[in-house]
């Protein structure tokens, strides 16, 4: 298996994981007064691993959008009390947790939390970015951008996705249509790297470089994949794949 699509499917699987992790549906969203939520965080870590640690602020609050009458927020942290290794440098604690809240229908000075984005025990660098709205043919979806460690070509791993749908923010699959590119490209060649993703969304076209084998990371002589995705459900899926070997990469 080449090793930028290794790379690919493990960057992927350590995302969902800490999804996963962050959001339990077993148990009950934490609730809070929008004022609360504004001046300071919510428990991100379990008190056995904040022994030694900083604090941490609320540096961003704002609302994402409306949807159905629903209100929804965002909170993004300076948070130093994350999980140190003694081993482990941390470089940064500036925007490193994002916090997405659904507010009170009923109570307009009530909020829950419905999803968390952290960094982890075994990151170094994670920083999350203000979410936006993307309209398509699909729905609105919710994007929010997470920037990490790794070359630029895999920073789309640190993204997450939701769809409105049923009065609710539904978590959504950009990631596993990697496998069937993989299984598509001719030998000798590989994906350049997959850039802004969210920004094919509207349109369903994307189009990314091409690398050879022998290609070094910073050219990719390749040419140009041109993909058009579909929707299966909450999945995103290769509807049609084109690899031109003689389009001049502009990398």
């Known amino acids: 298996m080449n090793h930028f699509f290794r790379l690919y499917l493990l960057i992927a699987a350590t995302l969902w994981g800490f999804v996963a992790v962050a959001q339990n549906s077993e148990t009950e969203p934490l609730t ?38 629903i209100q929804f ?8 009390s994350r999980y140190r290794p003694e081993d482990r440098l941390v470089f940064t604690t500036e925007f490193n947790a994002l916090v997405l809240l659904k507010g009170d ?10 999803a968390v984005r952290q960094q982890w025990e075994d990151d170094w ?15 609105p979806i919710l994007y929010s951008q997470g920037l990490g460690s790794g070359w630029s070509g895999q920073q789309y791993s640190h993204d997450q996705y939701w769809l409105w749908r049923s009065g609710d923010w539904v978590e ?26 969210a920004e094919a ?24 994949i041109r993909i058009r995705f579909e929707w299966d459900d909450l999945t995103l899926r290769m509807a049609s794949f084109e690899l031109d070997p003689g389009t001049e990469s502009p990398n």
């Open 73 to 80: 927020y965002y909170a993004r942290y300076h948070d130093d």
């Open 172 to 197: 959504i699959d950009t990631h596993s249509w990697l496998r069937d590119l993989r299984e598509r490209m001719p030998d000798g060649f590989y994906p350049g790297g997959i850039y802004e993703l």
């Open 32 to 69: 809070w007064t929008l004022a609360e939520f504004q001046s300071r965080c919510i428990p991100l870590w379990p008190e056995e691993v904040t022994v030694g640690g900083g604090d941490c602020t609320v540096a961003e609050f704002g609302l994402i959008s409306e949807f159905d009458g």
């Open 125 to 139: 660098y994670r920083i999350f970015r203000a979410p936006k709205i993307i309209q398509t043919d699909h729905g």
């Open 201 to 224: 969304l509207p349109t369903m076209t994307y189009e990314i470089t091409a690398r050879r084998a022998s290609d070094a990371t910073c050219c990719p002589s390749g040419g140009r």
């Open 105 to 114: 229908s009923s109570d307009s000075r009530m909020a829950s939390v419905f």
